[in-house]
């Protein structure tokens, strides 16, 4: 079994091993693993220098000389941030995302940035400029997106955490197909700053590590108050740490009987009850809830978000940075074959979509209801959590499809995001933990918990990961 951020953290300790050492074996491990297309650029000139600094702080904090990675859709100063994009290929930032200070002033180790959706627009990894991602459990499937890059390193055993974002479901998703733990936290809880934007309403940096506790450590360094994200909220930090042990006597789990519709696979849901029977054992009290809006969550969604793309994405013109044409005739030109070959097609379709709901004329029928339509998804948790303490159900509702199986059909594609967006839309805290197999494929179990209940959430997957061991399965090289 991979190593814990814990028994890491306890090693370099007691010196039974160096940051430079750890660095350098994670890099091995990723070249070995190319073959799962995870990583877009390896950093191993400043992953060594990085671990040289670490050595001696360990003290400092549980991260310091852990190796990592990053979604590449974090700015890296000096370091090539591309997200999965033709139209960034060659870009490097002149400063570092919120999250990337954050994790640097612990001395965690970046290995190198991750392969993605581009632009975070998909829920498969495969809509990327460098190829598509492939999962650890069986490469010839996805391993979820736009976090696919960084679920599959981890899932590996490259590296012990990532980091990845969370627009509508897309840490959650990518952690329930390969298997580990995805911690999407509240909206504002942690920097946006310096994370390239999809939909500024919706995007959330979160965490994807082999369990609950990993998460933790990972949060505690992340989140926090940024005053150059206008969305950060300033608010203090739980106790993450103190609080993962609370039990769970006396804690009320609803059971939403939307997130078990016709669409889910059998298999799914069989795990997920299994989990959910485990939760009773170990005393919480499963509650029926119901979420009578659930069903709006995609239309809104992928109106709302493209919506925003179209608007964040208009900057990428071929005048300032990014890709720019050769020998552009004229304005129009340069701007119509800059971004007609700086951008997939996924994303050029997200921008049409976008920018067509907010036309004239459309904006009241579309964009205007998806805004009402997010208000009613957002009442019906909160009136669901006057009940219970926390909703649960399967992240998505298969196991891992077969590359190439849906990108035929967008829409058969934006359908595994059903249990996953209206997280986003109301802008709570989710995790996804590992609760058993279908098809000798990993399950998730989504837990969902109001708004800055981050500790509920993490103490909740840790008591259930201490009586089981599905989150300690590893996919055979």
Known sequence: MASSIAQLAQDLRARKTSAVELAQAAL??????ADLNAFITLD?????ATAQRAEGRFA??????????????FC????????????LENFVPPYDAGVVEHLRDVYAVSIGKTNMDEFAMGSSSENSHFGAVKNPWD???VPGGSSGGSAAAVAAGIVPFATGTDSGGSVRQPAAFCGITGLKPTYGRVSRFGMIAYASS????????RSAQDCMYVLSAMAGHDPRDATSVARALDNYNAELSTTLQGIKIGIAREYFGAGVEPGVAAAVRAALAQYE???ATLVDVSLPNAHLAIPAYYVIAPAEASSNLARYDGVRYGHRCADPQSLEDLYTRSRGEGFGAEVKRRILVGTYALSAGYYDAYYLRAQRARRVIANDFDEAFKQVDLIAGPTTPTVAFKLGEKTADPLAMYAADVNTVAVNLAGLPAISIPAGFSENLPVGLQLIAPAFAESRLLAAAH??????DWHTREPRA
Request: hydrophobic share 40%; aromatic share 4%; charged share 20%.
């Open 60 to 73: 400092n904090g549980s991260l310091a000389g852990i190796p990592f990675a990053h979604k590449d859709i």
């Open 281 to 283: 054992k170990l005393g």
């Open 202 to 209: 919706l995007d959330c940096a979160g965490v994807l590590a």
């Open 139 to 141: 490469v010839t499937r």
């Open 76 to 87: 890296t100063h000096g370091v090539r941030t591309t997200c999965a994009s033709r139209m």
């Open 28 to 33: 091995a491990r990723a070249r070995a693993r």
């Open 44 to 48: 191993e000139a400043g992953a060594l």
């Open 463 to 468: 008591q259930f990961q201490s009586a089981t």
